[in-house]
Protein backbone atom coordinates (compact mmCIF):
# COMPACT_ATOMS: atom_id res chain seq x y z
CA UNK A 1 0.00 0.00 0.00
CA UNK A 2 1.29 3.67 -0.20
CA UNK A 3 2.24 5.10 2.26
CA UNK A 4 0.43 8.43 3.78
CA UNK A 5 2.79 10.67 4.83
CA UNK A 6 6.02 11.55 3.80
CA UNK A 7 8.92 11.00 6.24
CA UNK A 8 9.48 14.19 8.42
CA UNK A 9 13.08 13.54 9.05
CA UNK A 10 15.56 11.56 6.69
CA UNK A 11 16.79 7.80 7.99
CA UNK A 12 20.49 8.13 9.53
CA UNK A 13 23.45 6.54 7.33
CA UNK A 14 25.52 3.72 8.40
CA UNK A 15 27.62 3.27 5.66
CA UNK A 16 27.63 3.79 2.24
CA UNK A 17 24.18 2.18 1.88
CA UNK A 18 22.18 1.62 4.77
CA UNK A 19 19.61 3.67 6.41
CA UNK A 20 18.73 3.67 9.71
CA UNK A 21 15.27 4.81 11.45
CA UNK A 22 15.49 5.38 15.23
CA UNK A 23 12.17 4.28 16.96
CA UNK A 24 10.96 5.11 20.04
CA UNK A 25 8.89 2.40 21.93
CA UNK A 26 6.52 2.33 25.07
CA UNK A 27 5.77 -1.70 25.44
CA UNK A 28 2.68 -1.23 27.37
CA UNK A 29 0.95 -2.91 30.21
CA UNK A 30 -0.40 -6.08 30.41
CA UNK A 31 0.67 -8.58 27.28
CA UNK A 32 1.91 -5.22 25.72
CA UNK A 33 5.73 -5.91 26.96
CA UNK A 34 5.29 -9.75 25.47
CA UNK A 35 3.95 -8.73 22.34
CA UNK A 36 6.37 -6.09 21.61
CA UNK A 37 9.28 -7.84 23.08
CA UNK A 38 8.22 -11.08 20.13
CA UNK A 39 7.44 -8.79 17.54
CA UNK A 40 11.00 -6.62 17.27
CA UNK A 41 13.13 -9.16 15.68
CA UNK A 42 10.32 -10.22 13.06
CA UNK A 43 9.69 -6.14 12.36
CA UNK A 44 14.07 -5.71 12.37
CA UNK A 45 14.52 -8.83 10.24
CA UNK A 46 11.81 -7.30 7.84
CA UNK A 47 13.81 -3.85 7.70
CA UNK A 48 17.05 -5.32 7.31
CA UNK A 49 15.57 -7.24 4.07
CA UNK A 50 15.25 -3.37 2.33
CA UNK A 51 19.09 -2.94 3.36
CA UNK A 52 17.55 -0.73 6.23
CA UNK A 53 18.17 -0.85 10.43
CA UNK A 54 15.69 0.30 13.36
CA UNK A 55 17.54 1.36 16.22
CA UNK A 56 14.98 0.84 19.22
CA UNK A 57 14.59 3.06 22.18
CA UNK A 58 13.36 1.59 25.07
CA UNK A 59 11.05 4.30 27.19
CA UNK A 60 9.55 2.94 30.63
CA UNK A 61 6.71 4.99 30.42
CA UNK A 62 3.57 2.31 31.86
CA UNK A 63 1.40 1.45 34.65
CA UNK A 64 4.53 -0.04 36.68
CA UNK A 65 6.23 3.47 36.22
CA UNK A 66 3.25 5.34 37.13
CA UNK A 67 2.26 4.11 40.30
CA UNK A 68 6.49 3.71 41.15
CA UNK A 69 6.75 7.35 40.58
CA UNK A 70 3.47 9.33 39.81
CA UNK A 71 4.95 9.93 36.31
CA UNK A 72 2.65 9.43 33.08
CA UNK A 73 5.18 11.27 29.83
CA UNK A 74 6.88 14.38 31.36
CA UNK A 75 6.69 16.96 28.33
CA UNK A 76 10.46 17.17 28.05
CA UNK A 77 10.59 13.73 26.85
CA UNK A 78 7.83 14.61 24.43
CA UNK A 79 9.74 17.29 22.86
CA UNK A 80 12.66 15.15 22.21
CA UNK A 81 10.68 12.59 20.74
CA UNK A 82 9.41 15.08 18.21
CA UNK A 83 13.11 16.17 17.51
CA UNK A 84 15.13 12.61 17.58
CA UNK A 85 13.00 9.82 16.70
CA UNK A 86 11.31 9.01 13.28
CA UNK A 87 8.20 6.89 14.84
CA UNK A 88 6.69 5.75 18.09
CA UNK A 89 5.57 2.20 18.46
CA UNK A 90 3.19 1.79 21.62
CA UNK A 91 2.03 -1.23 23.28
CA UNK A 92 -1.43 -1.49 24.92
CA UNK A 93 -2.03 0.22 27.89
CA UNK A 94 -4.06 -0.04 30.67
CA UNK A 95 -3.80 -1.66 33.95
CA UNK A 96 -6.81 -2.88 36.74
CA UNK A 97 -4.60 -0.95 39.57
CA UNK A 98 -4.96 2.34 37.92
CA UNK A 99 -9.12 1.79 37.53
CA UNK A 100 -8.84 5.98 36.09
CA UNK A 101 -6.82 4.79 33.13
CA UNK A 102 -5.18 8.17 34.08
CA UNK A 103 -1.28 7.01 32.86
CA UNK A 104 -3.04 5.08 29.77
CA UNK A 105 -5.21 8.47 28.53
CA UNK A 106 -2.23 10.87 29.05
CA UNK A 107 0.30 8.78 27.15
CA UNK A 108 -1.83 7.63 24.21
CA UNK A 109 -4.45 10.28 23.52
CA UNK A 110 -1.88 13.02 25.12
CA UNK A 111 0.07 12.32 21.91
CA UNK A 112 -2.35 12.04 19.70
CA UNK A 113 -3.57 15.59 20.55
CA UNK A 114 0.13 16.85 21.16
CA UNK A 115 1.13 15.33 17.91
CA UNK A 116 -2.13 15.99 16.12
CA UNK A 117 -2.24 13.05 14.96
CA UNK A 118 -5.92 13.29 13.25
CA UNK A 119 -5.61 10.07 11.25
CA UNK A 120 -6.43 6.47 13.01
CA UNK A 121 -5.94 4.60 10.06
CA UNK A 122 -7.41 0.87 10.77
CA UNK A 123 -6.93 -1.79 7.70
CA UNK A 124 -8.96 -4.63 7.74
CA UNK A 125 -7.77 -7.19 5.33
CA UNK A 126 -8.42 -11.08 5.63
CA UNK A 127 -5.65 -12.89 5.85
CA UNK A 128 -7.50 -16.57 5.63
CA UNK A 129 -11.12 -17.17 4.87
CA UNK A 130 -11.62 -19.77 8.26
CA UNK A 131 -11.21 -16.38 10.39
CA UNK A 132 -13.85 -14.97 9.23
CA UNK A 133 -16.80 -15.57 11.37
CA UNK A 134 -19.29 -15.15 8.56
CA UNK A 135 -20.93 -17.85 6.20
CA UNK A 136 -19.40 -18.29 2.09
CA UNK A 137 -16.16 -16.06 2.50
CA UNK A 138 -14.67 -17.60 -0.15
CA UNK A 139 -11.55 -16.22 -0.15
CA UNK A 140 -9.13 -14.05 1.42
CA UNK A 141 -8.13 -10.45 0.05
CA UNK A 142 -4.63 -10.73 -2.06
CA UNK A 143 -1.76 -9.24 -0.69
CA UNK A 144 -1.17 -7.02 -3.02
CA UNK A 145 -4.26 -4.93 -1.06
CA UNK A 146 -5.55 -3.67 -4.12
CA UNK A 147 -8.64 -5.31 -3.44
CA UNK A 148 -11.60 -3.53 -1.67
CA UNK A 149 -14.56 -1.17 -3.35
CA UNK A 150 -15.61 -4.59 -5.66
CA UNK A 151 -18.63 -6.18 -5.84
CA UNK A 152 -17.84 -9.74 -7.86
CA UNK A 153 -15.65 -10.96 -5.80
CA UNK A 154 -16.33 -12.34 -1.99
CA UNK A 155 -13.00 -10.50 -0.76
CA UNK A 156 -12.72 -8.60 2.50
CA UNK A 157 -10.32 -5.86 2.55
CA UNK A 158 -11.25 -2.31 3.45
CA UNK A 159 -9.56 0.36 5.50
CA UNK A 160 -11.03 3.18 7.69
CA UNK A 161 -10.00 6.75 8.21
CA UNK A 162 -11.31 7.70 11.73
CA UNK A 163 -11.08 11.59 12.66
CA UNK A 164 -8.65 11.11 16.07
CA UNK A 165 -8.57 14.51 17.35
CA UNK A 166 -12.31 15.67 17.65
CA UNK A 167 -15.76 14.80 17.62
CA UNK A 168 -17.26 13.19 21.18
CA UNK A 169 -13.63 12.52 22.79
CA UNK A 170 -12.87 16.09 22.63
CA UNK A 171 -13.62 15.89 26.52
CA UNK A 172 -16.16 19.13 26.79
CA UNK A 173 -18.82 19.06 28.74
CA UNK A 174 -20.83 19.65 32.16
CA UNK A 175 -21.78 17.38 35.43
CA UNK A 176 -24.30 18.45 37.72
CA UNK A 177 -25.22 17.18 40.54
CA UNK A 178 -23.34 14.32 40.68
CA UNK A 179 -23.73 11.31 42.91
CA UNK A 180 -27.19 12.41 43.49
CA UNK A 181 -30.80 11.46 41.99
CA UNK A 182 -30.49 14.49 39.97
CA UNK A 183 -27.25 13.59 38.15
CA UNK A 184 -26.55 14.87 34.69
CA UNK A 185 -23.72 14.99 32.30
CA UNK A 186 -23.59 16.02 29.37
CA UNK A 187 -20.82 15.51 26.81
CA UNK A 188 -20.19 18.09 23.76
CA UNK A 189 -19.72 16.75 20.56
CA UNK A 190 -17.41 19.27 18.60
CA UNK A 191 -16.92 18.94 14.69
CA UNK A 192 -15.05 21.82 12.74
CA UNK A 193 -14.60 22.18 9.36
CA UNK A 194 -10.84 22.23 9.22
CA UNK A 195 -10.57 19.23 10.65
CA UNK A 196 -13.27 17.49 8.82
CA UNK A 197 -11.98 18.50 5.66
CA UNK A 198 -8.54 17.00 6.11
CA UNK A 199 -9.92 13.41 7.29
CA UNK A 200 -12.27 13.65 4.18
CA UNK A 201 -9.65 14.91 1.73
CA UNK A 202 -7.13 12.35 3.30
CA UNK A 203 -9.40 9.63 2.71
CA UNK A 204 -9.81 10.12 -1.10
CA UNK A 205 -5.94 10.81 -1.17
CA UNK A 206 -5.20 7.39 0.22
CA UNK A 207 -7.81 5.49 -2.37
CA UNK A 208 -6.99 7.40 -5.33
CA UNK A 209 -2.74 6.42 -4.28
CA UNK A 210 -4.37 2.62 -3.65
CA UNK A 211 -6.78 2.32 -6.11
CA UNK A 212 -9.83 1.82 -4.71
CA UNK A 213 -12.66 2.89 -6.64
CA UNK A 214 -15.18 3.53 -3.58
CA UNK A 215 -15.21 5.88 -0.64
CA UNK A 216 -18.27 5.55 1.69
CA UNK A 217 -18.80 8.15 4.60
CA UNK A 218 -21.01 7.14 7.74
CA UNK A 219 -22.35 9.46 9.71
CA UNK A 220 -25.26 10.16 11.92
CA UNK A 221 -26.54 13.23 10.25
CA UNK A 222 -30.67 12.37 10.27
CA UNK A 223 -30.70 12.79 13.91
CA UNK A 224 -26.92 14.53 14.96
CA UNK A 225 -27.34 18.22 13.39
CA UNK A 226 -23.54 18.23 13.71
CA UNK A 227 -22.88 15.72 11.27
CA UNK A 228 -24.72 17.50 8.45
CA UNK A 229 -20.66 18.97 8.13
CA UNK A 230 -19.47 15.86 7.14
CA UNK A 231 -22.21 15.83 4.84
CA UNK A 232 -21.43 18.93 3.25
CA UNK A 233 -17.69 18.72 3.21
CA UNK A 234 -17.80 14.98 1.92
CA UNK A 235 -19.69 16.09 -1.47
CA UNK A 236 -17.52 19.13 -2.02
CA UNK A 237 -13.80 17.08 -1.62
CA UNK A 238 -15.17 14.05 -3.20
CA UNK A 239 -16.49 15.97 -6.53
CA UNK A 240 -12.49 16.69 -7.26
CA UNK A 241 -12.21 12.91 -7.17
CA UNK A 242 -13.94 12.00 -10.35
CA UNK A 243 -12.41 8.61 -10.82
CA UNK A 244 -13.70 7.77 -7.24
CA UNK A 245 -17.26 6.54 -6.59
CA UNK A 246 -18.54 7.99 -3.25
CA UNK A 247 -21.41 7.06 -1.19
CA UNK A 248 -22.88 7.99 2.12
CA UNK A 249 -24.18 5.41 4.92
CA UNK A 250 -25.68 5.92 8.20
CA UNK A 251 -23.53 4.16 10.75
CA UNK A 252 -26.57 1.64 11.89
CA UNK A 253 -27.05 0.73 7.97
CA UNK A 254 -23.77 0.93 7.40
CA UNK A 255 -22.71 -2.09 10.08
CA UNK A 256 -25.63 -4.04 9.00
CA UNK A 257 -23.96 -3.60 5.60
CA UNK A 258 -20.43 -5.06 6.42
CA UNK A 259 -21.96 -8.05 8.04
CA UNK A 260 -24.04 -8.93 5.56
CA UNK A 261 -22.11 -7.80 2.33
CA UNK A 262 -18.36 -6.83 3.79
CA UNK A 263 -16.50 -7.00 -0.13
CA UNK A 264 -18.15 -4.44 -0.78
CA UNK A 265 -16.31 -1.71 0.95
CA UNK A 266 -12.97 -0.09 0.26
CA UNK A 267 -12.34 2.95 2.24
CA UNK A 268 -14.42 3.63 4.66
CA UNK A 269 -14.23 7.36 6.83
CA UNK A 270 -15.87 8.64 9.53
CA UNK A 271 -15.56 10.48 13.05
CA UNK A 272 -13.82 9.39 16.25
CA UNK A 273 -16.77 8.06 18.31
CA UNK A 274 -18.31 6.06 14.81
CA UNK A 275 -14.78 5.38 13.67
CA UNK A 276 -13.71 3.79 17.25
CA UNK A 277 -16.68 1.30 17.09
CA UNK A 278 -16.84 0.34 13.35
CA UNK A 279 -13.15 -0.36 13.43
CA UNK A 280 -13.63 -3.17 16.15
CA UNK A 281 -16.49 -4.58 13.85
CA UNK A 282 -13.86 -4.63 10.91
CA UNK A 283 -11.21 -6.57 13.33
CA UNK A 284 -13.52 -9.23 13.90
CA UNK A 285 -14.35 -9.85 10.64
CA UNK A 286 -11.29 -10.57 9.52
CA UNK A 287 -10.17 -12.51 12.45
CA UNK A 288 -10.43 -10.48 15.80
CA UNK A 289 -8.38 -8.12 18.01
CA UNK A 290 -5.05 -10.30 18.06
CA UNK A 291 -4.52 -9.09 14.47
CA UNK A 292 -5.72 -5.79 14.38
CA UNK A 293 -3.36 -2.67 13.46
CA UNK A 294 -3.54 0.59 13.73
CA UNK A 295 -1.57 3.20 12.79
CA UNK A 296 -1.97 7.43 13.93
CA UNK A 297 -0.53 9.74 11.69
CA UNK A 298 -0.46 13.35 10.30
CA UNK A 299 1.55 14.15 7.03
CA UNK A 300 4.85 15.20 8.05
CA UNK A 301 4.60 14.77 11.62
CA UNK A 302 6.01 11.78 13.64
CA UNK A 303 3.38 9.07 13.76
CA UNK A 304 2.32 6.41 16.08
CA UNK A 305 1.84 2.77 15.66
CA UNK A 306 -0.29 0.79 18.43
CA UNK A 307 -1.85 -2.74 18.07
CA UNK A 308 -5.65 -2.21 19.14
CA UNK A 309 -5.85 -5.67 21.21
CA UNK A 310 -5.88 -4.14 24.57
CA UNK A 311 -3.61 -4.69 27.37
CA UNK A 312 -5.60 -7.97 28.36
CA UNK A 313 -4.15 -8.23 31.83
CA UNK A 314 -5.52 -11.61 32.69
CA UNK A 315 -3.32 -12.90 29.81
CA UNK A 316 -0.04 -11.22 31.31
CA UNK A 317 2.52 -13.49 31.93
CA UNK A 318 0.71 -17.07 30.08
CA UNK A 319 2.39 -16.91 26.89
CA UNK A 320 -0.55 -17.11 24.82
CA UNK A 321 -1.25 -13.45 23.55
CA UNK A 322 -0.95 -13.04 19.57
CA UNK A 323 1.77 -10.86 18.73
CA UNK A 324 0.32 -10.63 14.66
CA UNK A 325 -1.25 -7.26 15.74
CA UNK A 326 1.74 -6.08 16.50
CA UNK A 327 3.88 -7.97 13.56
CA UNK A 328 1.33 -5.98 11.44
CA UNK A 329 1.34 -2.73 13.24
CA UNK A 330 5.48 -2.94 12.75
CA UNK A 331 4.00 -3.08 8.65
CA UNK A 332 2.88 -0.47 8.87
CA UNK A 333 5.43 1.25 10.36
CA UNK A 334 7.97 0.01 7.92
CA UNK A 335 5.37 1.31 5.06
CA UNK A 336 5.35 4.72 6.70
CA UNK A 337 9.01 4.65 7.10
CA UNK A 338 9.29 4.48 3.04
CA UNK A 339 10.30 0.44 3.49
CA UNK A 340 7.74 -1.21 0.79
CA UNK A 341 9.14 -4.16 0.22
CA UNK A 342 9.86 -4.90 4.28
CA UNK A 343 6.42 -3.76 4.79
CA UNK A 344 5.11 -6.00 2.00
CA UNK A 345 7.15 -9.40 3.62
CA UNK A 346 6.56 -8.45 7.13
CA UNK A 347 2.66 -9.19 6.09
CA UNK A 348 3.26 -12.12 3.71
CA UNK A 349 5.25 -13.85 7.22
CA UNK A 350 2.25 -13.58 9.24
CA UNK A 351 -0.15 -14.68 6.27
CA UNK A 352 2.54 -17.70 6.10
CA UNK A 353 2.03 -18.41 9.17
CA UNK A 354 -1.68 -18.29 9.89
CA UNK A 355 -1.61 -20.93 6.42
CA UNK A 356 1.00 -23.02 8.06
CA UNK A 357 -1.32 -23.09 11.84
CA UNK A 358 1.20 -21.26 13.26
CA UNK A 359 -1.33 -19.64 15.56
CA UNK A 360 -2.26 -18.45 18.55
CA UNK A 361 -4.91 -19.67 20.69
CA UNK A 362 -7.67 -16.97 19.85
CA UNK A 363 -7.13 -18.05 16.18
CA UNK A 364 -7.80 -21.45 16.35
CA UNK A 365 -3.81 -22.56 17.23
CA UNK A 366 -1.63 -24.11 19.75
CA UNK A 367 1.18 -22.04 19.61
CA UNK A 368 2.83 -19.49 22.17
CA UNK A 369 3.62 -15.90 21.65
CA UNK A 370 7.24 -16.36 20.96
CA UNK A 371 6.90 -19.48 18.99
CA UNK A 372 4.45 -17.28 16.08
CA UNK A 373 6.93 -14.42 16.45
CA UNK A 374 9.77 -16.11 15.91
CA UNK A 375 9.02 -18.39 13.12
CA UNK A 376 7.88 -15.16 11.25
CA UNK A 377 11.06 -13.65 11.75
CA UNK A 378 12.96 -17.24 10.45
CA UNK A 379 10.29 -16.96 7.19
CA UNK A 380 11.76 -13.70 6.61
CA UNK A 381 15.14 -14.24 7.17
CA UNK A 382 15.03 -17.19 4.48
CA UNK A 383 13.60 -14.61 1.72
Known amino acids: ?23 AVISGDGIGPEVVDAAVPAIQAAARAEDAELHWSRLPYGADHYLRTGETLPK ?8 EVHALFVGA ?8 NEHARDILLGLRYRLDLYVNFRPCRLLHRDLCPLKEIARPAPLAGMGGGGEDGRNIDFVIFRENTEGIYSGRGTAKHVGTPDEERVAEEVHTAPKVERII ?18 DKSNVISAHALWQRLFEEIGAEYAAIRREHRYVDALAMELVRNPERF ?9 GDILSDLGAQLVGGLGLAASANLHPGRLGLFEPVHGSAPPLAGKGTANPMAAMRTGALMLGELGLLDASRLLEEGVSSAIAAGVRTPDIGGLARTTDVARWVEEWIRKR
Open 201 to 218: RAAFQWAAANGRPLVTMT
Open 93 to 100: LGDPRIPG
Open 76 to 83: RVADRLLN
Open 266 to 274: GVIVTNNLL
Open 1 to 23: MAPLRGLRRAPRRIGLVTRCFDI
